[in-house]
């Protein structure tokens, strides 16, 4: 059923039926395998001219109660008919039942809760990616809020600010889940960052980036056996929108949204101004003609408009699939904003005390997917960590022989890039990261401190197609001295 590669590797696909229905589990949890060939291939909508319609920037969603200490949020897991092929509605997954999932914008020290309930027929939950978490709010794959029920998830937001994002993760459907809409933005504002002055309030736009197929009705389609004709690819939910803009500063905070696909982005000569990461601003700013995003890394970008002329266009793209977003430069503003030199320093890396090695490979026979030759049994701790030590871990990606590529995520702990295949790791990778992009046949070490909580949490291939057929693992923190 799975095809195994990444956006720039060959497929491995066990033929198989697409489908627009949910995932169907067959005895023992595990997702059935439809080994019929289809009838005659999707055909593509028509997804109309280019840049006709406007980029919908997210909408902040607002508290529905304030304490002295706490944000207090409510959201429905509902369904959502979406106009992303001009003229059609497209059956989409929802937070709230918008288009665009609303984005929760928290602040460092500042205690958020969020109160999600299932108005879907299927059990789902939610996964704040990237965020520093107790185990039960951390929406581990088998912790599932059933249909009608509701769940309190408790985000204490102690880490520095970040662009996370909070996404579906119930297993063996987290994949479809996701690919069908249920992600959105999960922005801290660090306590240092109003002193910096980078781009802020209608100049900080997120943008989640992503693959999709739509059939002619405008029927989204779910196709996990060929991921590669999922060609439409959207900028919040809009194929190839436009963007007015005024000719100054702009911040922009990127997602990889997709659940298979790489995206490496430039703005056709312009400088991405990279001055972030997955776990929040770099030590000093990076400037970048691309930048490579795997499944569910980030990046905050400053892009200075200032330069053009009034009636510019400048359009961010991806290397392989064409243009994204197009930025029409509209008017000028005064411009108050600034990227100094130096962001945020990083600290010291603490001593580590142990080091471990974790390979993911999908066997060629089985089509199994693996991290150290095991796929996820839930009643299994693969790992087991003291609290309060710092580890590193050497990721290995096992698949040169098939060329897939894979990322690796981290629950709980944000980590350092050490290096990749014994070099110095990739520009903008300085800072801390949650999420890593492994090359078919590379090996990344990172670093890690696992502080603060206990209990069980995943580690797992990011491309969520992976994961949902078995390439994660279960780590669990335990007391000092247990």
């Not at 509701?150 to 297993?171: C, K, T």
């Amino acid at each position: 059923m799975l095809a195994l590669g990444g956006a720039t590797g060959v497929a491995l696909v066990i033929p198989t039926a697409e489908t627009t229905e949910p995932a169907v589990a067959a005895p023992g949890g595990h997702p059935r395998h439809h080994h019929r060939r289809p009838s005659r291939p999707v055909p593509s909508a028509d997804t109309g001219e280019p840049f006709t319609r406007p980029l919908v920037v997210p909408p902040v969603l607002r508290p529905v109660a304030v304490t002295a200490t706490t944000d207090h949020y409510r959201l429905d897991v509902t369904t959502a008919d979406v106009e992303i092929v001009p003229g059609l509605h497209s059956r989409m997954l929802s937070y709230g039942g918008h288009a665009v999932n609303p984005t929760i914008r928290a602040r460092q020290g500042r205690r958020v809760r969020v109160t999600y309930r299932n108005r879907l027929d299927q059990p789902v939950n939610v996964h704040l990616h990237g965020g520093h978490v107790a185990a039960a709010d951390d929406g581990h794959p088998m912790d599932l809020i059933q249909p009608g029920q509701e769940r309190v998830y408790d985000y204490p937001n102690q880490q520095a600010g970040a662009s996370l994002w909070y996404h579906d993760h119930s297993h063996h459907t987290e994949s479809e889940h996701v690919y069908r809409g249920l992600y959105g933005f999960y922005l801290i504002e660090g306590s240092d960052e109003a002193g910096l002055r980078l781009p802020s309030g209608q100049y900080d736009i997120p943008i989640a980036l992503r693959d999709s197929l739509f059939a002619e009705d405008g029927t989204l389609v779910w196709n996990q056996a060929d991921p590669f004709s999922r060609t439409t690819l959207l900028a919040n939910n809009r194929h190839q929108p436009y963007f007015p803009v005024a000719a100054r500063r702009y911040r922009l905070r990127l997602l990889n949204a997709s659940t298979h696909r790489t995206f490496e982005v430039h703005a056709n000569g312009a400088t991405l101004l990279q001055i972030g990461g997955d776990g929040g601003l770099l030590p000093a700013p990076v400037p970048r003609t691309s930048i490579l995003l795997g499944s569910a890394e980030r990046a905050e970008v400053v892009i200075d408009f200032s330069g053009n002329a009034i009636g510019d266009q400048v359009f961010l793209a991806d290397a392989t699939g064409g243009p994204l977003v197009r930025f029409d430069v509209v008017r000028r503003a005064t411009d108050s904003s600034r990227v100094p030199p130096q962001l945020r320093p990083l600290p010291p890396m603490p001593r580590a005390t142990a080091e471990r090695l974790f390979v993911m490979r999908v066997d060629p026979v089985t089509f199994a997917s693996l991290i150290n030759d095991k796929a996820f049994d839930p009643a299994r701790v693969d790992t087991t960590i003291t609290r309060g030590t710092t580890e590193i871990w050497k990721i290995v990606n096992g698949d040169a022989g098939l060329n897939l590529e894979h990322t690796f995520h981290m629950h709980l702990a944000q980590f350092r890039v050490l290096d990749r295949d014994g070099a110095p790791p990739s520009p903008g990778e300085s800072g801390f990261k949650d999420t890593i992009y492994v090359r078919p046949g590379e090996s990344v070490r990172v670093q890690a401190t696992f502080d603060g909580f206990v209990g069980r949490y995943l580690y797992h291939c990011h491309m969520l197609d992976h994961s949902a057929f078995g390439m994660m693992g279960q780590m669990e923190v335990v007391p000092p001295g247990s």
